[in-house]
């Protein structure tokens, strides 16, 4: 497949969660997804242990059933206040409507989740992480948020979107069941939504300036 042409700073700049440019109506081959996983599979692993899975639904009643399960945890998360993105406040004109845009897009993803032609499930078979220390809870996730990072990166450049979520981690285990990831074993990570994009172009975002998050030597509040 051919691939965009994006220089690799064009590429880590300009991956975003997409959902309204989501394109329903065109399927995506296996075979592009297969080489999005080859790509991901490039990504560190503690002990190059390579505990990262990936659980692609394309099955649309288990799409249908995946994206009622997420609708009703996007259903929960919209009355945390301070959490759910509508309920947050920016401080200037421009950081408020940017923040507005991702609440509008959100609520069009949780109606719309099952609509994608693959739903895409990052997980890793390190064990569940409830209460485990912070060096393996670290190293179990560290397997596998890089991979699904790289697997959304290598989508771009074939054209394809994703967008990152965890709201439907509610009800993990409602999830686990549809496809059968085995839940005591088996932590998920990252729900995705994978179609072709509308359109290809796609902005750089509005983030805060380096020098404002780097800590040189000494943590600087
Ligand atoms: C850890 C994490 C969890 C997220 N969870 C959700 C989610 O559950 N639903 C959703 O629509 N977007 C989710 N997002 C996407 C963010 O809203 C998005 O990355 C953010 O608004 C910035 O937009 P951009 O990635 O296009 O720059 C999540 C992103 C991350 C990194």
Redesign the pocket.
């Known amino acids: 497949m051919s691939q965009l042409d994006l220089s690799s700073d064009q590429l880590l700049s300009t991956t975003?969660?997409?959902?309204k440019r989501l394109d329903f109506d065109r399927p995506v081959d296996d075979d592009l997804i297969r080489e999005c996983v080859a790509m991901a599979m490039q990504s560190p692993s503690g002990s190059n242990t390579m505990t990262m899975q990936f659980v692609v639904v394309t099955d649309p009643a288990k799409r249908a059933a995946i994206g009622e399960i997420y609708g009703k945890c996007?259903d929960i998360?919209r009355t945390m206040d301070g959490v759910y993105?509508g309920s947050l406040q920016r401080e200037t004109a421009e950081g408020q409507a940017q923040q507005d845009r991702?609440t509008d897009?959100?609520e069009y993803?949780?109606a719309h989740m099952a609509d994608a032609p693959a739903l895409v499930i990052a997980c890793t078979k390190t064990g569940r992480l409830d209460g485990v220390p912070a060096m393996s809870a670290a190293s179990s996730m560290g397997n596998v948020l890089p991979a699904m990072w790289s697997f959304m990166l290598a989508a771009r450049a074939r054209g394809l979107g994703t967008?990152?979520?965890?709201?439907?981690l509610m009800m993990e285990e409602q999830i686990a069941d549809v496809v059968g990831i085995p839940f005591d074993s088996v932590q998920q990570a990252v729900l995705s939504p994978l179609a072709y994009t509308k359109g290809t172009d796609f902005k750089t975002?509005m983030r805060p300036d380096p020098d404002t998050i780097i800590h040189w030597n000494t943590w600087s509040s």
């Open positions: 975003r969660a997409v959902r996007f998360y993105a991702v897009s959100a993803l949780a967008c990152w979520t965890t709201v439907g975002a």
